[in-house]
């Protein structure tokens, strides 16, 4: 009995060491002022914009993607669009420009300036930066996207959101850490404007935050068998898993 007992144990011993290790979705739930939001969190994996240029078809849904589900953190719709999935404003994906800087005046809340850019520097540093002051790289950044307004610029509120509007959407957006990190955040609630804003502010501590968009708002989220498919999308930031973000998987890891 006693060798049987032994063997036993020698084979628990063996499936516990080549058990698969769970995976953890890198997007969580949390609470503020009342409202549920899902935080997402690329940690070191690499980010990739898809958008379209003048002359290439646009992938309106995640399916479109053609990506391993296995490679993905989570991904999320990334700035507006025109009626063709095409992005209205400044889009550069792997350091190839898709389109220009729209700096022009205009209805809707990509015009509600200050707008601006989330950008991802060719050494992986994520920043956000006015649309009218965008800095200048020694190397062209390999990421970068145009969206408004900017919901938090320098630790302020953008001035011209009210606190609280009568306007309520599923919202999503970006905002950076003072040590260059992206946090991506989808409402699970109807929301306003102001709401989102302070939420990044006061919440998540990012001195900077940039709103993507509202009602159209989706996220894939493949650990967690979310995948948003109710309506078309346009440009698209997927974050890749570390483990899929090294020199020779096509980018260089984020620091």
Known sequence: ??????????????????????????????????????????????????????????????AELGLDPSRVAFAMNAGM?????????LAVAEAVEKKSINLRDGGGNFHLKPNGVFIVAGNG??????????????????????????????????????????SRYV???????????PLFVITLDAVSLGKLARFFRDSLKTPDALYFDGSVSSVWDPTNGRMDDFTELGPIIVAFRPAESAPDRGGPATP
Request: positive net charge.
């Open 1 to 62: 009995m006693r060798g049987l007992a032994l063997l036993f144990l020698a084979l628990a011993a063996c499936r516990s060491e080549t058990a698969a290790p769970v995976v953890q979705s890198p997007c969580r739930e949390q609470a503020f002022e009342g409202s549920a939001f899902v935080v997402c969190d690329p940690g070191r994996g690499r980010l990739q914009l898809f958008a379209a240029g003048p002359d290439e078809t646009p992938k309106r849904r995640f």
């Open 125 to 166: 540093r994520a920043m956000i930066a006015p649309s009218d002051a965008l800095p200048v790289f020694r190397m062209a950044p390999r990421l970068q996207t145009q969206s408004g307004p900017l919901l938090v610029s320098k630790g302020k509120l953008h001035p011209r959101i009210a606190p609280d509007g009568d």
């Open 81 to 89: 669009f025109d009626e063709d999935g095409r992005p209205i404003g």
């Open 171 to 181: 919202r999503n957006g970006v905002g950076v850490t003072a040590d260059g990190r």
